[in-house]
Each structure stands twice: as structure tokens, then as C-alpha cells.
């Protein structure tokens, strides 16, 4: 067998995956030899109420959705619904206590992800960049347990989002993603911001790096400081002005990415850039900075921006649109705006206020199916094994969600409206996905069909509620039921 760079990661990664698991080690070390071993696939209960019910719409909401079993499991966790809910939602707020090996085996293979330093990225094409990229986000949204951590990986990208073809940022938005995103998903938005302010990726895709001023009489350049107010912070009615754009981009000015030999893609300041002149930003003044003591000029403005009250409610604003409705209502912003403002920013704690409100609870069944969350979905209900490779990927273009190469910096769009002229190809994947006509992904159609138990409680299950006659007749009717069902629209609206 040979034992090249690839297979080299593999059983790296998997070695250090040993430190925490226990007895189990042994076992996993030998994964990049004999593959993923099966995994006992049981009988499992469907949902029994005409309507979606609380757990249900938990998964909907929260995951890429529900995998045979998991409705089951949720309702095992306590004997009241509710209190079982709850519960899971706990659980994904702690991802870190989640068992995710074999997710991150299946990622392991998409070797340039873990390149470092950054310099490295610079070695391979771009295209096999990008490739491994997004074949490793759709297979994390599809096999991993740490389902509400990929959501929030998926909405922060789109929040501060980067398009992946936009000059040097075909080298650095996969650091971006592996450095900035990922580690802050579920952290503090203070941290996650800065981190993102001084990313490669985004210093690049912003201009950031071309803010320079050399004599008072030159004008800074303002993109990045515009999108960090309109975009990350504040939002288009946040109270800010033009002057604060263009004095926080004096601010953000002499911040560049190093060349050469040892400072490749490494974020240096440079004091002979950076206008150091008194400013004044959202009411407060930044006093004069000489040499390098500039750079806490980017220290100041993102601690006020942060901390602005109109970034709490723009952010609640975008979280309540994402998990409770297209147009979020007013007092479930108001509530998740009042936690993200108490707790400075932590992204835990501001999730769990907005998935206690009523609004949550209550607001089911209405939110339609980004492209890439609906080929999750049907992976996941079908439990399909995919490699995520071209063939499946292609799919995601034609329905025009490919992740990273949104053009405009405000990401794709949360709400229903945009994502309407996807129908046929949603038609076209579900029909193909269940007749197995995917090059490397499949079906096991009998098994899924006997652990449901007939073809009435795997339409529920597909459907996450019991199937109307006129659903399970068409579905009974037809040469394709899985396929029609996942076309259907109580399937792609959650």
C-alpha cells in the first residue's frame, strides 16, 4: 500500500484524535486503512402529530436536518417535549462536548485544509482549493453531530462574507474559514469580529490592505470601514454617518499583508501608513498615535462598534431572521437584542435567549431552504453516503448557492424570494438523489424503508409530521415516492 501525503494526514489526524478517545483509540487509528466501520442502524420512530411539532421543528431550525432515529432520540432526553428540547438544544450549544471522529475522518481527506502557515496555501491552484472547500462544508452539513456549530459556521460566513474569487483571496478565504470562522463560531461576536477585521482573506476582499496614507492630504480607503458599519456592525440605519466611515477608515489605515520568504501572508502594521492624526468615531475621540502605537486605533474602533446598541439589535435582527422568520418579529429582536447586549456579544448565550422565545417555538414550517440546506436535508432523511464530490456539487451551481463565491459582500440572502427560481432543479435533484442517479452518493432504499417501518412512517419522517391522504397517495402512486416526497413542499419548507 502506498503510504503518501494524504494517507500521512489521515493517520496524523487520526492520531491526534486519540488523545481523547479513550479505549476506542486503537480502533480509530486504523480508520484511514480499513475505512469507516458500519454502524448498527435500528428501527427508529417517526413523528405522529398532524402538524410540525416542537421537536421537529428543534431539528429543522437547528441542524441541516433530521437523520433517521434523531426524532426519536431528542424525545428520549426527558418526558416532557418541551424539557426534551431544551435539552438538545444544550447540547448543540456545546459542541465541544459532542463526539464528532467520524465527521472529521470523512474531512480528513481534503488535505490542503489543514495547510500552515498561510504561506502554504500559495502552493496549490486555486481551483483545488476552492474544490476541497466546499466538498468539506457539505460533508461536515451532512455527517456531522455538531449540527448547530456548521449552521452558525454557514451564517457567519454569509455575514461577513468573502467571495473566494476576488484576486488573492482564491489562497487565503481557505485560512479564513479554517482561522476565523470556525474557531468563532460559537464564541463572542467582539472576538469574532476582530478576527475577521485582521483576516488575510478579508483584508484582501475589502480593500483593507490597500488603506494607506502616506501625507495628511490623502484620502484613505473607505470599503472596508463602510461594510464594517452597514454589513458587520451597526447595520444601514444604525445611526452612523459618513464622517465615521471615513474616520475609522483613518483608523484601520497602514495594515497590510507581508511578501517574501518569511512573511508571506502574515498581517503587518507599518506606522509610515497609517494616519495618526486625532479622530473622532460614533462620538468618541481617538487621540494622536505616533510610530506603532497606531495600531490601537484598530483596538478602539472595533471595541465601540462592538458595543454600539444598534449592533446588538442588527444582529438579533439577522439570527431571528434565520431562525424564526423572513421578517423577524419585533419582540423576539428586541429579546435577543437585550441578551447579546448583556452578555458583550457571546454568541451561546444569545442563541439560547433566542430559542427560549415564544416567537421561536411558535413560528414553524415557514421558512423555505437555502439550496445547500435542502441537499443536506435530503442527504440527511435518506441517511445517503456521499463522497460530496463534482456530480453532487454541481448542484449546488445550478441552484446558484455555491458556498464562498457569493459577488457582493452582504452574502446570500436569508429569505425565500431569491432562492424561488430553484424549484426545478430541487425537482431534478430529488428525483435523481432517489432513483441514484448522483455518481457517488446512494441510497439504500430497503433498509431506510424497513428501520421506518412502512411507507406512511417514512413519509413522516421525510415530512417530519404525518403525511396528508393526498400526500401519501401521490407518494404511493408514484415510480419514485422517496423522490417526489423530498420534492415536495413540506419538505423544503422548515
Known amino acids: 500500500m502506498e503510504f503518501n501525503r494524504r494517507r500521512f494526514l489521515q493517520a496524523g489526524g487520526t492520531a491526534a484524535l486519540m488523545g481523547t478517545a479513550g479505549c476506542d483509540a486503537p480502533h480509530k487509528a486504523l480508520w484511514p486503512y480499513t475505512g469507516l466501520p458500519d454502524v448498527a442502524k435500528p428501527p427508529f420512530a417517526t413523528p405522529s402529530g398532524e402538524s410540525i411539532g416542537l421537536t421537529t421543528h428543534a431539528l429543522n431550525r437547528l441542524t441541516f436536518g433530521a437523520r433517521p432515529g434523531q426524532h426519536e432520540r431528542i424525545l428520549r432526553l426527558a418526558t416532557r417535549e418541551e424539557d426534551a428540547v431544551d435539552k438538545f438544544v444544550d447540547e448543540q450549544l456545546a459542541p465541544e462536548k459532542i463526539n464528532d471522529d467520524r465527521a472529521m475522518f470523512r474531512v480528513q481527506k481534503f488535505e490542503t485544509l489543514a495547510l500552515a502557515p498561510i504561506g502554504e496555501f500559495y502552493e496549490f491552484r486555486p481551483h483545488i482549493l476552492r474544490e476541497e472547500l466546499t466538498r468539506a462544508t457539505l460533508t461536515r452539513a451532512v455527517y456531522s453531530e455538531r449540527q448547530l456549530y456548521e449552521v452558525m459556521v454557514r451564517f457567519w460566513s454569509d455575514h461577513f462574507?468573502?467571495?473566494?474569487?476576488?484576486?488573492?483571496?482564491?489562497?487565503?478565504?481557505?485560512?479564513?474559514?479554517?482561522?476565523?470562522?470556525?474557531?468563532?463560531?460559537?464564541?463572542?461576536?467582539?472576538e469574532l469580529l476582530a478576527a475577521s477585521a485582521k483576516s488575510q482573506a478579508m483584508l484582501t476582499y475589502l480593500d483593507g490592505r490597500e488603506n494607506r496614507v502616506r501625507k495628511p492630504e490623502d484620502r484613505p480607503n473607505e470599503n472596508y470601514a463602510r461594510e464594517l458599519l452597514e454589513l458587520h456592525t451597526l447595520g444601514v440605519h444604525g445611526g452612523y454617518t459618513q464622517q465615521d466611515v471615513m474616520e475609522i477608515a483613518r483608523c484601520l489605515s497602514g495594515w497590510r499583508i507581508g511578501r517574501g520568504l518569511f512573511q508571506a501572508g502574515k498581517v503587518q502594521f507599518e506606522p509610515g501608513l497609517h494616519d495618526n492624526r486625532t479622530k473622532t468615531v460614533l462620538g468618541e475621540a481617538i487621540p494622536v498615535r505616533t510610530g506603532r502605537d497606531g495600531r490601537k486605533d484598530f483596538d478602539d474602533v472595533l471595541r465601540i462598534v462592538a458595543a454600539h446598541p444598534s449592533t446588538g439589535r442588527h444582529i438579533a435582527a439577522k439570527l431571528c431572521q434565520r431562525f424564526i422568520a423572513d421578517e423577524p418579529?419585533?419582540?423576539?429582536?428586541?429579546?435577543v437584542a437585550r441578551e447579546f447586549t448583556k452578555t458583550k456579544g457571546d454568541i451561546r448565550e444569545t442563541l439560547r435567549a433566542l430559542f427560549a422565545t415564544d416567537e421561536f417555538r411558535g413560528t414553524r414550517g415557514n421558512k423555505f431552504k437555502q439550496p445547500l440546506h435542502f441537499l443536506a436535508s435530503a442527504l440527511r432523511a435518506t441517511d445517503a453516503e456521499t463522497d460530496a464530490a463534482r456530480p453532487l456539487v454541481n448542484y449546488l451551481a445550478r441552484m446558484g448557492h455555491m458556498p464562498f463565491e457569493y459577488p457582493a459582500p452582504d452574502g446570500y440572502p436569508a429569505h425565500a424570494e431569491p432562492w424561488m427560481s430553484t424549484l426545478l432543479w430541487r425537482w431534478n435533484f430529488a428525483a435523481k438523489l432517489a432513483q441514484g442517479q448522483i455518481k457517488g452518493t446512494r441510497i439504500q432504499h430497503e433498509r431506510l424503508a424497513k428501520r421506518a417501518g412502512d411507507s406512511a412512517k417514512l413519509a413522516a419522517h421525510l415530512l417530519g409530521r404525518q403525511p396528508r391522504d393526498d400526500e401519501l397517495a401521490a407518494a404511493k402512486a408514484s415510480k419514485n415516492p422517496i423522490g417526489l416526497l423530498l420534492a415536495s413542499p413540506g419538505f423544503q419548507w422548515s
Not at 487565503?172 to 474557531?183: M, S
Not at 418579529?329 to 429579546?335: F, G, L, Q, V
Open 161 to 190: 462574507n468573502i467571495d473566494i474569487s476576488k484576486g488573492e483571496c482564491k489562497w487565503l478565504k481557505p485560512a479564513d474559514d479554517r482561522d476565523v470562522i470556525r474557531p468563532h463560531a460559537l464564541g463572542t461576536f467582539p
Open 329 to 335: 418579529p419585533a419582540a423576539a429582536i428586541d429579546t
